[in-house]
């Protein structure tokens, strides 16, 4: 008999764990939407950890937010976008990409930027929006000057 009773309480919390993650069963588009709405995309790719089935969520969220402020060094900082815009599903566009770094420049930090302003110009995004140190902006033109090569000028997706 008491084992009729632990199999019952079983049956019961796994019926209470299936009712309490109703978000899994949501259409994968409300959940990308869901995960673009967080703080960061650290806190997107740190939220798929939750569930199995969200672990290759964060490759599709339509929006990027990178931050340099998130992270507690600048190489973790490069290894999540670079394995934020290396792992993203091509077939999405980013119709959003915001890069904010407010640290001190260094020569390192434009090449980072040239990399998602060129990942920018390649995966449709429509709004990009880079708030980087006042002294970054002083070396615009070393930045600029891929504008003569790359398409991110020319791109038929952003909007001036």
């Given amino acids: 008999m008491a084992e009729l009773g632990q199999a019952s309480r079983k049956r019961s919390r796994e019926e209470e764990e299936a009712a309490a993650d109703w978000i899994s069963h949501l259409p994968d588009s409300i959940i990308h939407h869901i995960l673009s709405l967080l703080d960061d995309t650290k806190s997107a ?17 339509p ?6 402020s998130s992270f ?40 980072l930027l040239i990399r998602v302003i060129q990942y920018a110009a390649s ?16 070396h615009e033109q070393e930045i600029f000057k891929l504008g003569r090569n790359e398409a991110v000028f020319r791109s038929n997706a952003l909007r001036c």
Avoid: M
């Fill in 123 to 138: 995966h449709g995004t429509q709004h990009l929006v880079i708030d980087v140190d006042t002294v970054l902006v002083r």
């Fill in 45 to 61: 790719v740190r939220t798929c950890v939750l569930s199995p089935i969200w672990q290759t969520a964060w490759l599709h969220v």
């Fill in 72 to 111: 507690q060094n600048y190489s973790s900082f490069c290894r999540c976008v670079d394995q934020v815009l290396s792992r993203r599903n091509p077939y999405i566009d980013a119709r959003k990409i915001s890069y904010t770094d407010k640290e001190r420049y260094e020569s390192r930090d434009r090449r």
């Fill in 63 to 68: 929006i990027l937010d990178l931050r340099r």
